[in-house]
Antibody, heavy 123, light 106 residues
Framework: EVQLVESGGGLVKPGGSLRLSCAAS????????MNWVRQAPGKGLEWVSS????????YYADSVKGRFTISRDNAKSSLYLQMNSLRAEDTAVYYC????????????????WGQGTLVTVSS | SYELTQPPSVSVSPGQTASITCSGS??????ACWYQQKPGQSPVLVIY???KRPSGIPERFSGSNSGNTATLTVSGTQAMDEADYYC?????????FGGGTKLTVL
């Protein structure tokens, strides 16, 4: 069974940093592109970042470019999101999601999602 | 930047057919997919590559994509289908989500 478990969320002050993790199990993590998607309270889904299986392709939304860094450790089946210079508008539930096509570059659909971790940016 | 537009809300009576549209420039030239999200839950993929259903998704969910519009159709809508639905596509190495449509089963 595919499982994605996010962690690392919490309350942080504006300008602060936070590192999110996503632990994957139930599939061969190293052969799938992975993604982060967020959802502000009461709002819609917003894509944050994507990374290919070998890290050759990395993409970011304009809203986080230069502040957030996506990475992965295939040996640990884990995905990460380093978030710096956090702003109030970054407050959201952050989801980790698997790309639906194995051995493909990012650019497909998201077939499995984690339960999300809440990041609150407030003074 | 690329945009996908969905109606904020759609209402349907139980047993009837609901159609949710997603509009974007030349969307038919891209693959569209759809997610269902119920309150307090993570999104669930219901349609991918325009019209394919993942395993476990009921046959009453179908999709199409042509021209500038992708459409999610729910046939024989049930109360359990009441949820928010989001379309999604890729454009220039960027993921784009529609704003979401709240499907209400009256």
């Amino acid at each position: 069974e595919v499982q994605l478990v996010e962690s690392g969320g919490g309350l942080v002050k504006p300008g602060g940093s936070l590192r999110l993790s996503c632990a994957a199990s139930g599939f061969t993590f190293s052969t799938y592109s992975m993604n982060w998607v967020r959802q502000a309270p009461g709002k819609g889904l917003e894509w944050v970042s994507s990374i290919s299986s070998s890290t050759s392709y990395i993409y970011y939304a304009d809203s986080v470019k230069g502040r957030f860094t996506i990475s992965r450790d295939n040996a640990k089946s884990s995905l990460y999101l380093q978030m710096n210079s956090l702003r109030a508008e970054d407050t959201a539930v952050y989801y980790c999601a698997r790309d639906g096509v194995e051995m493909a570059t990012p650019g497909n659909y998201f077939d499995y999602w984690g339960q999300g971790t809440l990041v609150t940016v407030s003074s | 930047s690329y945009e996908l537009t969905q109606p904020p809300s759609v209402s349907v009576s139980p047993g009837q057919t609901a159609s949710i549209t997603c509009s974007g420039s030349k969307l038919g030239n891209k693959y569209a997919c759809w997610y269902q999200q119920k309150p307090g839950q993570s999104p669930v993929l219901v349609i991918y590559q325009d019209s394919k259903r993942p395993s476990g998704i009921p046959e009453r969910f179908s999709g199409s994509n042509s021209g500038n519009t992708a459409t999610l159709t729910v046939s024989g809508t049930q109360a359990m289908d009441e949820a928010d639905y989001y379309c999604q596509a890729w454009d220039s190495s960027t993921v784009v989500f529609g704003g979401g449509t709240k499907l209400t089963v009256l």
